[in-house]
């Protein structure tokens, strides 16, 4: 499902038009990815949680020519699915 089935599917169980949808969602992600981004967890009950987590720098290979490379340490966003959301998974 890509965005745009998304609004199609929630505008349609909502009721609400395809327009005012798209402008919910964008919000919805505009403020889970800024929250996320400043370090916040986002917790969504049932559904999940996402946070921010660390990978180290390490030493790494370039496939091409085997030499060992640098890879910086980076910021990653973690999900963690809720009991609910998994039950529902495991369920189908």
């Known amino acids: 499902m890509n965005k745009q089935e998304l609004i199609d599917a929630v505008a349609g169980t909502t009721g609400l038009a395809k327009g005012k949808t798209a402008e ?3 919000a919805l ?3 889970v990815s800024g929250a996320v981004a400043k370090g916040e ?3 969504l009950v049932g559904f999940g949680s996402f946070s921010t987590g660390a990978r180290a720098a390490r030493v790494g290979r370039n496939p091409s020519t085997g030499a060992e ?3 910086a340490a980076a910021k990653t966003v ?3 699915a809720g009991k609910a959301f998994k039950d529902a998974v495991n369920a189908v």
């Open 24 to 26: 919910i969602l964008d």
């Open 29 to 31: 992600l505009d403020t």
């Open 41 to 43: 967890t986002i917790q």
């Open 69 to 71: 490379i640098q890879i």
């Open 78 to 80: 973690k999900f963690s």
